[in-house]
């Protein structure tokens, strides 16, 4: 199954499962995820959701690369506009979201982890938006979510050089709150699902909801622009180039100016 959940009475886990493209997401994976978020969402028990990847070595390498190789800008933008579904999901879910991020959080994997209230790491975690290597910016929220995370000149310098930024670093920089060990993690995130999960739901529910207000309407139309020109990306041969070079394991070579 690509999404899995599993109820640790108040505290839900999901779980997205694809290990064999470290969890990274093709459309109906995206699809399970949100339904999975739609699910536990409605659940009255669930007072906390924890969010995690399978395996010890990803918690999600972002879209899969092989199904948006050859889009058009029309195919292109209805993706985007899907991982914004899935990023926007998880962001007002009812319950708070705690993600505990196992490994890579590329890309896709990387928005998904800042859609989430809380994020917690294992050592072997890594997180970049690496869009641009391939021919694309972010698309499903990176570029309006992650400098309000870290600070717009961090999150420039990730978003525009695409490098990797390991747990210290995140963790140095605000983009985690903490580091456990890879075989303490889900506990450690449970455990502070369940500090959450004491508390009274209505007021928790309504303090999550207060915070998102700091998200502003003016990046609310700045997530609308994103998916169109993350679609339009996908008229221009960088992008084919791009993501060709990945598929073909070497490295890509951009001739638009
Ligand atoms: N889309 C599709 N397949 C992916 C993927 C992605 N985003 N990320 C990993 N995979 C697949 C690989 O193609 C490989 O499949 P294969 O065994 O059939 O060749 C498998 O997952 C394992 O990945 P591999 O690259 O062999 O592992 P690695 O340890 O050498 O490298 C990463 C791991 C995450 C650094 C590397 O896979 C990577 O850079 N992935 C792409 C990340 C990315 O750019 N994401 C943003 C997409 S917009």
């Known amino acids: 199954m690509a999404i899995e959940i599993e109820h640790r009475d108040c505290v839900s886990i999901v779980t997205m499962n694809r290990p064999e493209a470290l969890n990274a997401f093709n459309s109906g ?5 949100i339904d999975a978020f ?8 669930t007072r906390c959701i924890v969010l995690t990847g399978t395996g010890e070595k990803a918690f999600a390498a972002g879209a899969d690369i092989r199904e948006i ?5 029309q195919s292109g933008t209805s993706f985007g506009r899907l991982g914004h579904t899935v990023t926007r999901t998880i962001e007002e879910v009812r319950q708070p979201v705690i993600a505990a991020v196992n490994g890579y959080a590329l890309g896709g994997g990387c928005e998904v982890a800042i859609a989430a209230d ?6 072997n975690a890594v997180f970049a938006q690496p869009e641009v290597g391939l021919g694309i910016p972010p698309g499903w929220g990176g570029t309006q979510r992650l400098p309000r995370l870290v600070g717009p000149g961090m999150a420039a ?12 670093e995140a963790l140095r920089i605000g983009l985690v709150n903490a580091i456990h060990p890879l075989d303490q993690l889900l506990d450690a995130s449970v455990e502070l699902a369940n500090s959450i999960a ?7 529910r309504t303090a999550k909801q207060l915070m998102r207000l700091a998200f502003n309407e003016q990046s609310i139309s700045g997530l609308q622009t994103e998916a169109e020109r993350f679609g339009a990306a996908f008229g221009v041969a ?3 180039e791009g993501m060709t070079a990945f598929t073909d394991k070497r490295k890509a070579t951009f001739e638009n100016s």
């Open 69 to 73: 190789v050859n889009l058009d800008v």
């Open 198 to 204: 004491v508390n009274s739901p209505y007021a928790v």
């Open 118 to 123: 809380i994020r917690l790491a294992s050592p």
């Open 38 to 45: 739609r699910e536990v969402g409605t659940r009255i028990e």
């Open 157 to 168: 310098e990730m978003i525009l050089t695409g490098r990797r930024v390991h747990a210290e």
């Open 29 to 33: 994976q995206m699809l399970a995820l």
């Open 238 to 240: 960088d992008q084919h």
